[in-house]
């Protein structure tokens, strides 16, 4: 109700749908519907494999539109961003039984951005005009206060260092390691990967 109350705020009664649906694995849309699509804060609770969702997400975009997956909690990241616990999103089978022993959610938390690469061959990383690297050098910088302008320009020094090596030697950028994944793929032909 308050989504359709915000689309009626900016008239745009006429431009956007709502559709709800119980199995997001079967959308009722034809293959290569959209340009882009966005799936925010989400992915991190689909229990077990995340596969299924995100193909047919990508079923549904046209070759060359995007897709961006932003506020996924990074299950790469070696603190669990929900509940601040080191080194239980590297303990898949450990972890949840860490958690519930603790008398916490024990529902898996994050995706990687190997995942989401494995889960369709045609998805290719797509750089976006948000540097997200500078967005957290940011972040990580207000944690220690307040830092001179030049020790701010060297962290993101670092991490555009970082991120060139990270690219050329295992192909992801430095962003598949961020606490939050905030990232766009491309979807390629079936024949380019």
Do not use: C
Not at 7 to 28: C, S, V, W
Not at 34 to 44: A, K, M, R
Not at 111 to 134: K, N, S, V, W
Not at 160 to 166: E, H, I, V, W
């Amino acid at each position: 109700p308050i989504a359709k109350l915000w689309r009626q705020a900016y008239g745009m009664e006429d431009r956007i749908e709502f559709n709800f649906m119980d199995d997001t694995r079967k959308l009722p849309f034809e293959d290569e519907s959209f340009d882009f699509v966005l799936t925010s804060s989400s992915l991190e609770y689909v229990p077990g494999d995340r596969g299924p969702y995100i193909r047919e997400l990508v079923r549904t975009l046209k070759t060359g539109g995007r897709l961006l997956i932003a506020g996924t909690s990074n299950a790469a990241w070696p603190r669990e961003v929900h509940s601040g616990t080191w080194i239980l999103n590297w303990m898949p089978h450990l972890g949840p039984r860490i958690r519930a022993h603790r008398g916490e959610n024990v529902a898996e938390r994050g995706i990687t951005f190997g995942e989401i690469l494995d889960a369709d061959r045609r998805l290719q990383y797509a750089p976006g005009g948000h540097d997200e690297l500078d967005a957290f050098a940011g972040r990580f910088s207000g944690k220690f206060g307040p830092l001179s302008g030049a020790v701010q320009a060297g962290l993101r020094g670092l991490m555009g260092q970082a991120d060139s090596r990270l690219q050329r030697t295992i192909e992801y950028p430095m962003e598949a390691f961020l606490p939050w994944l905030n990232v766009g793929f491309e979807k390629r032909p079936a024949a380019i990967r």
